[in-house]
């Protein structure tokens, strides 16, 4: 009798035992996976912060890439402004020229006539 009582306590023992083994090896599974997610979000959230310092770096090329723009647009508009009146003057010039030259030549044939 003792014996089989004995027989059985070795038994529930091992059994006992094995699912202890078994949940100490989950248990060590589950440290691994964690150890391993806390990696990756280590990981990615180092890409997110380097993410971040291109994207501000980024912004600020375009901001001073705008203000050399205004600048250039300014010049630009500057040139044509100082081009449009050049030829506006340089025209007035000429069609003044061509009204002299047309009173010139009037009053040559108009002696021309007088004198005929």
């Known amino acids: ?19 202890a083994t078994s949940y100490r090896q ?9 150890q391993s997610t806390l990696e990756q979000f280590q990981e990615v959230k180092g ?6 310092r291109r994207i501000k770096s980024m912004q600020q090329k375009l901001k001073q890439v705008a203000r050399e723009k205004e600048v250039l647009v300014a010049g630009v508009q500057d040139e044509a402004l100082r ?3 050049h030829l506006k003057l340089e025209h007035h010039h000429e069609l003044e ?9 009037g009053e040559f044939y108009r002696k021309r006539l007088q004198s005929e």
């Open 1 to 19: 009798q003792k014996e089989l009582e004995l027989k059985k306590m070795m038994t529930l023992m091992e059994t006992k035992t094995r699912e």
């Open 26 to 34: 989950v248990i060590e599974r589950a440290e691994e996976e964690k």
């Open 47 to 52: 890409a997110l912060a380097d993410a971040r």
């Open 83 to 85: 081009t449009t009146q």
């Open 97 to 105: 020229s061509i009204k002299k030259s047309h009173q010139d030549e």
